[in-house]
């Protein structure tokens, strides 16, 4: 893994977290987005050298709904900067790590995406992203 890529944070209404974020980071997002096979809008900062990911839930189905219904607002997952994300991938699975999907799909902000249970991973869902070239 290079570096943390960026923090994710489910957020139940994004106009109104953007607005928050941008008075707390001084500084409006770069990106907006919709992820259809993921059923979210995202919108990310710069804070730094370092991106925030806000996530919104489309529709009820959507993992962050889920999230956000057992949890609440906050902090969904930490996503990490791979070389090879299938590489990466087997290597993980390979020590016992547990994927949540069968192959890297599409994501947020032209990248490749993976993600790992919470259960296999201390409690943290983390997130593998390769940039699509």
């Keep these: 893994m290079k570096k943390i ?3 994710g944070i489910a957020v139940r209404n994004l106009e109104e977290a953007n607005s928050l974020y941008s008075k707390l980071f001084n500084a409006l997002p770069y990106k907006e987005e919709e992820v ?3 059923a979210v809008r995202t919108s990310f900062f710069r804070v730094g050298p370092n991106k925030i990911e806000l996530l919104q839930a489309t529709n009820e189905s959507s993992a962050i709904h889920k999230y956000i219904d057992k949890k609440g607002e906050g902090i969904h997952h930490l996503a990490f900067a791979v070389e090879d994300i299938y590489q990466e991938m087997e290597r993980l699975k390979a020590e016992g790590f547990q994927a949540l999907m069968d192959q890297p799909k599409k994501g947020a902000d032209n990248k490749l995406v993976i993600f790992f249970h919470p259960k296999t991973t201390g409690g943290v869902l983390i997130e593998l992203c390769q940039e699509i070239i």
């Design 5 to 7: 890529e960026h923090i």
């Design 36 to 38: 259809a096979s993921e």
